[in-house]
């Protein structure tokens, strides 16, 4: 059953990271879906059996999800996060408990504030000569990948429309990968 929960965890993490990553949004089937296959299987297997990473209870999946809503929509109601990052942080606390919510908001922030410098500079050092330079380069070498790729970044920017920011929940997906991995590697 563990391997089962498991793998509904990182189908959930997986499929919410990529379509937050590819159109900035996070849909509810998948975030229900998944918490319903998790409280599915909490309820079948015995609570100390769930290990590897997720909560070992139903006590420590509550607290985890209860404590994911006191602490983050409030930062929605002030416009600090979107929706479906509160809600994605909700399945992860239910999943993973207090410590793997925390473990994966921390690497979450981390990833964001790398993405946000990286954002702010990128203009600054994007237009230097030797930026320039590169761009040409890699334009001229890369052309024929260019085209071919040129069809699949329109569908997907048509789908994203006018959302823009940066992916939390893709980043959220990625701390919660690594808080499964180390755990499962003990």
Not at 8 to 34: E, H, I, K, S, Y
Not at 165 to 174: C, F, N, V
Request: net charge positive; aromatic share 12%.
């Amino acid at each position: 059953m563990n391997q089962v929960a498991l793998a509904a965890l990182l189908l959930t993490v997986a499929v919410a990271g990529a379509m937050d990553l590819f159109f900035r949004r996070v849909p509810n089937t998948v975030l229900v879906a998944g918490f319903g296959a998790l409280a599915v299987l909490f309820l079948v297997a015995p609570s100390s059996s769930m290990g590897s990473g997720l909560a070992a209870s139903w006590v420590g999946a509550t607290l985890g999800f209860v404590l994911a809503l006191a602490v983050f929509v409030p930062l929605w109601c002030f416009g600090a996060m979107k929706a479906g990052d509160v809600k994605f942080l909700a399945v992860l606390g239910f999943a993973l408990g207090p410590s793997g919510l925390l473990a994966s908001w921390l690497v979450a922030s981390v990833l964001a504030g790398v993405h946000a410098v990286a954002a702010l500079m990128g203009a600054r050092v994007w237009m230097s000569p030797g930026a320039m330079w590169w761009q040409a380069y890699s334009a001229s070498r890369l052309r024929g990948l260019h085209m071919r790729l040129q069809p699949a970044w329109e569908w997907v920017m048509s789908r994203r429309g006018s959302r823009r920011g940066t992916p939390y929940a893709t980043y959220l997906a990625i701390g919660a990968f690594a808080w499964v991995f180390v755990l499962y590697r003990q």
